[in-house]
């Protein structure tokens, strides 16, 4: 499984970015699948998620209202659409799938322990 994340960029405070993940050797549509970030000198974060088996999206309180999960299983393909960006999302967004059998609990969505495959990050910089 390789997942290839791409899209990020230098933007100003307010401005809107697209991420993408694509994956190729597995798919999409049927797993757990999340984005994450890590700012320097900061633990990774959970920031947007799909959970197997349902149909709800979640999402971190510090992008709730600003950020979009959405997936093209045509394309295998992951967004994460982020709009009203801050300073404070600047980081290094990953994406990252479960392809273990059993699904993950709503409370382990944000645990990066609970996804098994990552891709390699995209720099997303916010200047004020």
């Known amino acids: 499984v390789q997942l290839q994340a791409s899209g990020g960029g230098l933007v100003q405070a307010g401005d809107s970015l697209r991420l993408s993940c694509a994956a190729t050797?597995?798919?999409?549509?049927?797993?757990?699948v999340g984005w994450f970030r890590q700012a320097p000198g900061k633990e990774r974060e959970f920031v947007a998620g799909f959970r197997r088996g349902y149909s709800n999206t979640y999402y971190a309180d510090s992008v709730k209202g600003r950020f979009t999960i959405s997936r093209d299983n045509a394309e295998n393909t992951v967004y994460l659409q982020m709009n009203s960006l801050k300073p404070e999302d600047t980081a290094v967004y990953y994406c990252a799938v479960r392809v273990r059998q059993t699904g993950v609990i709503l409370s382990q969505i944000g645990n990066p322990d609970s996804y098994d495959y990552w891709g390699q990050g995209t720099l997303v910089t916010v200047s004020s």
């Open positions: 050797g597995h798919t999409f549509s049927t797993n757990t």
